[in-house]
């Protein structure tokens, strides 16, 4: 058996010719937007006086999210297991750091290297299982799990006023944004039939950066910055 067991239809994405020269251009040119809010979270990070170290969590997530955009660009072009895996793995970097931080709104410890790293064993052995041949389950199951934990972060947020009206806006914005994507997904072969020149897919990463895009002003600040956007606990008398 193959390292990478499992077999990809070169035909699997509708309407995928070459825009401006590039081989199945807008699944690949759509990632471009990764790169930009991967890079503007990172430099937003920058802004503070402690060492990045400090802010392992976030730093990690803006990296896979760089590192996203080439990975499912590399995937678009050369539709092959190893490069769905590099795809794959980034996305499962993504889901880990993101949940553990946002998590911590609830519950600061989530905030430690232990519970992230945990996370992301545990997104990677799902891409692994499912890369090897054996079951997609576990990916989708903590795909699912991880979106349901970011809404109830939200919504325990709102109702207890742990979290200020612009954290609520970056997390609410990129549950709905996120929902779209998904959405944009599954309709990938009627939208291409609908539009003649584009199916979900690129539709799908243009939401989801959008998605990624309104976490960076709660999530690309520094956790020990002052201002209503920090991620932790709240002072007396303020929200997080």
């Keep these: 058996m193959p390292l990478l067991a ?6 699997w994405f509708p309407c995928d010719g070459p825009w401006l020269g590039v081989p199945h251009g ?14 503007w979270g990172l430099l937003r990070l920058r802004r503070g006086g402690r060492p990045l170290a400090a802010d392992g969590n ?3 997530l803006w990296i896979s ?3 996203l955009a080439f990975g499912s660009g590399a995937y678009h072009v050369y539709l092959t297991p190893a490069t769905l895996a590099a795809d794959r793995v980034c996305i499962s970097a993504i889901l880990a750091f993101a949940v553990a931080e946002v998590l911590a709104v609830v519950y ?3 905030r430690r290297p232990g519970l992230s790293l945990g996370l992301l064993a545990l997104t990677e052995l799902s891409v692994g299982l499912w890369l090897l041949g054996a079951t997609s389950v576990p990916y989708g199951a903590l795909q699912a799990i991880g979106s349901l934990a970011m ?3 939200a919504v325990r947020g709102w109702r207890t006023g742990r979290l200020s009206g612009a954290a609520l806006r970056s997390l609410f914005s990129f549950i709905a944004l996120y929902t779209l994507a998904k959405g944009a997904e599954l309709l990938d072969e009627p939208i291409c039939r609908w539009t003649g020149l584009f199916g979900g897919h690129p539709l799908k990463h243009l939401l989801a950066a959008a998605a990624l895009a309104a976490l960076v002003p709660w999530l690309g600040v520094r956790t020990q910055a002052p201002g209503p956007t920090s991620v932790g606990p709240p002072s007396p008398g303020k929200k997080a």
């Design 6 to 11: 499992i077999e990809l239809d070169p035909y």
């Design 26 to 39: 807008g699944n690949v040119l759509t990632n471009l937007p990764f790169l930009c809010v991967g890079l």
């Design 58 to 60: 976030r730093v990690a």
């Design 65 to 67: 999210v760089v590192l």
């Design 108 to 110: 600061p410890a989530c």
């Design 151 to 153: 809404a109830w972060v």
